[in-house]
């Protein structure tokens, strides 16, 4: 969003002018009025950046980065639950898919989904109530560079608000109910009370209808990158455009089971990028970013490098190494490293025994395998402690120094606040390359592009230093196993399973595979909500 110290000001007060409140009486009345009248085209940035405010930046516990990548996380087979485990977050719901409880997480994500939704309405429904145009005697050039950016940036968010909710309270599409309705449906902003409180329901297809429709609508409206010389300079960093938008589609398409369609978007992104995104930078470049630079692989990213909002995805601490207030990128103990003292979740051993990284740990062979060893993203993305030690001069990089209950090396998560100068300050990726790369593989193998399938998966696993597969020895395992490597922590491995239609194995809770379409993921609307709702 920002692009220099200059510019940082700027940001902060259009997002502070968009602030709303969807804590009281219902989620989808927008408490403060919109501002009364945009009043030119630089006013109507606020619209914008409104939405990416209450997206990431209103509030570190409780943002639509941090809460969707534990929740989906801790959900899936990747992690264990600790010995121990202590900790004002319900670990154990998450963890144990008590999807028929109202919990805390589940009601952040859907009460700050539907504050995007509701900033995103009261922009698009100014352009709409204006016939299309809104101010007078604005240039073609603006018009096009900035106003129908904008637009494509409000159906954007909206779209990625409501994906977020479609990922944690619906159950997956073509699995029997979508004609069953589900989700409040706000695609324009009312103002009325009988409006606020009698909103239409979506069904499962109509949700996945409007998602199409915004993000389509958004890749037709957003540019492909940035200019300085015909863009508004807050959108120079962090803001969606063109590719980050058929990304989007690509994940639905893929969820919709619609294989030619997300082949279609993922092939825009990765051979039409014009050279914006690639995979030639080591993993760690994704995730050490504390200014306006990002890793050439990231198409789409929270930015979090303000150092007036100081603000940062801070859920993810209950599943990795560092804390926030880490420096020099993590480094070892002492400079840099700062462990955070509260994790409940570390990877899994069944799942470090399926990708091969521990040599078998559920029998108490805890040695890394040399396929670990030689991975790139295993040393510099993740990272191994041996048991408690209790000496005072342990090394805490090196062993556990916190929880005297976990006796046995555990595999932490390190991906988050890597920042190079300030861990607090590290900007998130949201849509990786590498992750339309394997999302390609598989539809490629499923349809018989066995050749284009193993091109694509041996770019990710040679940017990780691993050997090419060939061909002739192409399984579609080895393909979510590569998977497992590359996105584990950041909310992938539920979705994908749900997507692929592919069983949720338990990992180390000890119970038997899980369907995709089980209700044990899809969670309950906020009670308050179907209370002060009519329609629900």
Not at 11 to 22: F, W
Not at 137 to 158: A, P, V, W
Not at 294 to 314: K, M, T
Request: net charge negative.
């Amino acid at each position: 969003m920002i692009g220099n110290r200059n510019i940082l000001p700027l940001l902060l007060a259009l997002l502070l002018c968009c602030q709303t409140s969807c804590d009281e009486d219902n989620f989808f009345e927008l408490q403060n009025e919109p501002e009364a009248a945009w009043t030119d085209i630089e006013d109507f940035e606020e619209a914008a950046t409104g939405t990416y405010w209450a997206a990431f930046v209103r509030s570190s516990w409780d943002n639509l980065v941090g809460c969707p990548a534990l929740l989906k996380t801790v959900q899936s087979d990747i992690v264990q639950l600790l010995p121990g485990t202590t900790g004002d977050i319900p670990f154990n719901e998450m963890y144990l898919r008590s999807s028929s409880l109202e919990i805390s997480k589940t009601l952040s994500l859907f009460r700050s989904s539907y504050r995007v939704i509701n900033i995103a309405n009261a922009g698009l429904q100014f352009i709409i109530d204006n016939d299309g145009q809104p101010f007078d005697n604005l240039s073609s050039e603006d018009e096009e560079n900035n106003l129908r950016r904008i637009e494509g940036e409000l159906h954007f968010m909206r779209g990625f608000a409501y994906w977020m909710l479609s990922t944690v309270f619906l159950p997956i599409y073509n699995g029997g109910e979508n004609d069953v309705e589900y989700l409040p449906l706000k695609i324009t902003f009312d103002e009325t009370l009988d409006a606020i409180k009698s909103p239409e329901i979506g069904t499962v297809e109509d949700i996945y209808t409007q998602l199409i429709d915004d993000f389509t609508i958004a890749k037709e409206l957003l540019p492909e990158r940035f200019d300085a010389t015909k863009h508004h300079a807050s959108y120079a960093y962090g803001r969606a455009n063109k590719f980050a938008a058929s990304a989007m589609l690509a994940k639905v398409y893929f969820m919709m089971d619609n294989y030619e369609a997300a082949l279609a978007e993922l092939d825009f992104v990765i051979d039409e990028n014009g050279g914006d995104f690639d995979l030639s930078e080591e993993p760690i470049e994704a995730f050490n970013r504390d200014d306006n630079t990002r890793g050439n692989e990231v198409i789409w990213y929270a930015l979090f490098y303000d150092p007036v909002a100081r603000a940062n995805a801070f859920e993810v601490t209950s599943m990795t190494l560092q804390s926030y207030n880490a420096t020099n990128g993590g480094d070892t103990w002492p400079n840099g490293f700062t462990r955070i003292s509260w994790n409940q979740f570390a990877f899994s051993y069944s799942v470090l025994s399926q990708i091969d990284w521990m040599k078998d740990p559920l029998n108490g062979d805890f040695e890394l395998t040399e396929e670990a060893n030689n991975d790139k993203r295993f040393q510099q993305l993740y990272r191994r402690l041996k048991g408690y030690n209790g000496d005072e001069n342990a090394d805490p990089s090196e062993y556990e120094t916190i929880h005297g209950q976990i006796t046995e090396p555990v595999v932490w998560c390190d991906k988050y606040f890597r920042g190079k100068t300030k861990g607090l300050l590290t900007n998130v990726p949201v849509l990786r390359l590498a992750e339309m790369y394997l999302t390609r593989a598989l539809l490629r193998y499923r349809t018989g592009n066995t050749t284009g399938a193993v091109n694509d998966l041996n770019i990710v696993r040679e940017r990780a230093g691993l050997d090419a597969v060939a061909a002739a020895d192409l399984t579609e395992d080895i393909i979510h196993i590569e998977r497992i490597k590359e996105l584990s922590f950041e909310g992938d491995r539920l979705d994908y399973l749900r997507s692929a239609k592919l069983s949720i194995p338990g990992g180390d809770r000890g119970v038997a595979p899980t369907s995709p379409d089980d209700h044990s993921f899809v969670w309950k609307i906020p009670q308050r909500e179907i209370d002060l709702t009519s329609s629900l």
